[in-house]
């Protein structure tokens, strides 16, 4: 997966201001390639990308994904997700005028925090004929995500042939746009499901019974929008990029069968617990992805984690690394991912320092690899790649993902912030490894927000724990109650935090390391 760009090299003009920025300079080298990611899937960005309207034979067209729709006052719009407000204005800037109608759902108070944030661009304009309803307060539906899943609903079900339908959708989606299928009412639903999760049931079941009892998801969306053109615009929150599984997959032909569903209920007991609606529903809907016309539908990706990461990766040969972009599916406990980046940085210092250790360092993390059971991640071959031009002393390794934290006590942090730390703890007791290396690791959310913080992520580097120790800091007794965030923001004033604010975007999480030579900047 690795590319190996042209180095772009640079020169510092004191020898004595290298040595005393090298750390400094990495963190910001670091942050500028965690921009360049995020930058790559902001509303603006990707909607420039994937829409154009032009003159084609006289007439106005609509160009998305290599077709072009005539345009005649025939365009509508809707929406869920949390990223679907900057991108209905991203819309807007593009097609004009054109739309004659639209309904968004949107996360309660999303409008008014883009406005404090002062993102003007992610709002839109005054008069606009698209109506912004907000619900699903916690990501969790409500009836005012359920009315908006009406209106919706609504407007799909008058159109014509003639008409084109552009349907945004991003992480969110699913909460957003609940609308079960009568006699079914919300709580019935929200009930199965409780009852499901807490009994061990898989998101991929959870998700087989949420698009069979709901009339929008699992394609729902464009069966009642046929015979019109969808054109469907997808920012996607989920490792692999599933389609179905991104907002329940709402423009996406799914199959699922009554006895499929039937033997979910089964398998945890609930066949006979379950509300009655549920059973009535799922013996109404036998149906299979066989019998539904999909022609008229389009889905487009527009936005995905390695999209992002390609973005960082020619943002980190700008500035003069040799980047490799490892997974974009990095995921699980956060102390297992934790002893991955851990060990990573000491293999490919063992490169760089050409140490007798580097072959038993690669069988570690290769087995480890292995453990982790991570899809895209093919480390014997990346790490051989990687060391084809870590003599050349800078790389900066990309990943991304979503890890999960078992949380712990009543601290305030995030998955990234914690990640930050617990790398910075795995370097601890190995700095022997990473000596004649500096080292620099950051994890951040794209969307800005890394839990219940105002941070995005944090950086470490491999002294952070001796430091801390030093400035009377227990860093196992932050991590002991899931308090990273009031860690990093006391150490060192909270310098090693990374702050964006919202960014109006999310594709997940992405990780920066970066591992220059110390002779290289001395």
Request: proline share 3%.
């Amino acid at each position: 997966m690795a590319r190996v760009l042209r180095v772009l090299t640079r020169s510092l003009s004191s020898q004595t201001s290298k040595a005393k920025m090298g750390s400094l300079s990495l963190r910001e080298d670091a942050r500028k390639i965690f921009w360049g990611a995020v930058s790559a899937v902001l509303p603006p960005n990707m909607l420039q990308r994937s829409l154009k309207v032009r003159e084609a034979c006289g007439s106005l067209v609509l160009e998305c994904g290599g077709v072009d729709f005539p345009l005649n006052k025939n365009l509508y719009l809707v929406g869920f997700g949390k990223a679907v407000l900057g991108m209905t204005a991203a819309v807007e800037q593009i097609v004009g005028n054109h739309i004659l109608q639209g309904v968004i759902s949107i996360p309660r108070g999303m409008e008014e925090s883009l406005r404090v944030a002062g993102k003007r661009e992610m709002l839109l304009s005054p008069g606009s004929p698209v109506r912004i309803m907000e619900g699903a307060e916690h990501n969790m539906a409500d009836e005012s995500a359920l009315e908006a899943a009406r209106e919706i609903h609504s407007l799909a079900k008058k159109l014509s042939e003639k008409d084109v339908l552009l349907v945004l959708i991003s992480g969110g989606g699913s909460a957003l746009l609940p609308a079960p299928m009568p006699p079914l009412t919300l709580h019935d639903k929200q009930t199965i499901t409780k009852q499901l999760a807490l009994r061990g049931a898989t998101i991929q079941e959870l998700n087989t019974l949420r698009r069979a009892l709901s009339q929008l998801k699992g394609g729902g969306l464009a069966r009642a929008a046929y015979p019109a053109q969808v054109i469907s615009l997808i920012l996607s929150d989920v490792i692999g990029d599933d389609l179905n599984v991104i907002a329940s997959g709402p423009t996406v032909s799914s199959s699922y069968s009554t006895e499929g569903c039937l033997q979910i209920l089964d398998k945890y007991d609930l066949r006979n617990s379950a509300p009655a609606s549920v059973r009535d529903v799922l013996r109404s809907r036998s149906r299979t992805a066989a019998h539904d016309h999909f022609s008229h539908v389009h889905n487009i990706l527009i936005g995905s984690n390695l999209i992002a990461m390609r973005e960082a990766e020619q943002e980190s040969a700008r500035l003069g690394y040799h980047p490799s972009v490892l997974s974009s599916a990095i995921s699980g406990d956060v102390r297992q991912v934790s002893r991955f980046y851990g060990l990573l940085a000491r293999v490919i210092c063992s490169m760089m320092m050409e140490s007798s250790e580097q072959q038993q360092l690669q069988q570690e993390i290769i087995a480890l690899g292995s453990e982790m059971a991570i899809p895209d991640l093919n480390l014997a071959e990346q790490l051989h790649e990687i060391a084809e031009y870590a003599g050349l002393g800078a790389v900066c390794v990309l990943c991304g993902g979503e890890t999960t934290v078992l949380v712990q006590g009543e601290g305030k942090g995030g998955r990234n912030q914690e990640l930050a730390l617990r790398v910075a703890q795995e370097w601890h007791n190995f700095q022997g490894d990473l000596k004649g290396c500096e080292v620099l690791f950051l994890s951040g959310g794209t969307d800005g927000q890394d839990g219940p913080t105002e941070a995005a992520g944090a950086f470490s580097y491999p002294e952070l724990l001796m430091d801390a120790k030093q400035g009377g800091f227990n860093v196992e007794c932050f991590l002991n109650h899931s308090d990273s965030n009031t860690f990093f923001s006391q150490f060192h004033d909270g310098r090693y935090l990374l702050t964006t604010g919202l960014t109006g975007t999310n594709v997940m999480d992405v990780q920066v390391l970066l591992i220059r030579r110390k002779r290289d900047i001395q």
